[in-house]
Structures are given as C-alpha cells and as structure tokens.
Nanobody, 119 residues
Framework: VQLVESGGGSVQAGGSLRLSCTASGRAYSCSGWFRQVPGKKREGVAHINNYATYADSVKGRFTISKDNAKNTLYLQMNSLKPEDTAMYYC??????????????????WGQGTQVTVSS
C-alpha cells in the first residue's frame, strides 16, 4: 500500500483546509491522520474505522472521513489555529482495534503535507 497526501498549504487563523490521502491498492479499515513539528513526537489527530476518534485538541474543528470507492481518506480542518501548524501524515494498518498506537506501528505512511497557520 502506498499513500499520497495532498491539500496542505498556508492559511490564516480561522481558515479551513481539506487534506486528502489516496491509497494505491486497498487501504486497511483502520486509517488515521497524525501531525508532527520538528523536535516533537508524532501525535495522533484522528482515526477512523467504523467510527471516528479525535484528539481532544481538534474535537469540534476537524472531521475525518473516507471514501472507500476512491481509496481516499480525508481530513477537513476548520477554525484552524497557529498551533495546528505541522507536517500532517496519513497511515493505514490492519488491526483488530483501531487506535493511534496501532497506527504508529504501521509500515504504511504517506510522505506528509505541510500545514501552516498564521495568526
């Protein structure tokens, strides 16, 4: 499985972006988004299998979804804040339980797309 992210960019605080992650080959049912800033650990943002789970920092602002017919995972990001600035990565994994921890162990990651939010 190869994953390719797109949709990153630079926006002002309060703006919106929609990230996409397209899989070549069929992605696993557990997929998610992570973000990382230099010098910090990669942190989970949202994951989805039959239902979505969000990090507290993005609840109510971000929405994860997937289109199985297009093998594409999305992250709609609204009300963006400067602290959302990071490189965003998607991942997919076969797991009985879909968790951030299981996704972090996956060998299937995209190359990342940069999101920059200015105040």
């Amino acid at each position: 499985v190869q994953l390719v992210e797109s949709g990153g960019g630079s926006v002002q605080a309060g703006g919106s972006l929609r990230l996409s992650c397209t899989a070549s080959g069929r992605a696993y049912s557990c997929s998610g988004w992570f973000r990382q800033v230099p010098g910090k650990k990669r942190e989970g943002v949202a994951h989805i299998n039959n239902y979505a789970t969000y990090a507290d920092s993005v609840k109510g602002r971000f929405t994860i979804s997937k289109d199985n017919a297009k093998n594409t995972l999305y992250l709609q990001m609204n009300s963006l804040k400067p602290e959302d600035t990071a490189m965003y990565y998607c991942a997919t994994v076969y797991a009985i339980t879909c968790t951030f921890e299981n996704l972090l162990r996956s060998p299937y990651w995209g190359q990342g797309t940069q999101v920059t939010v200015s105040s």
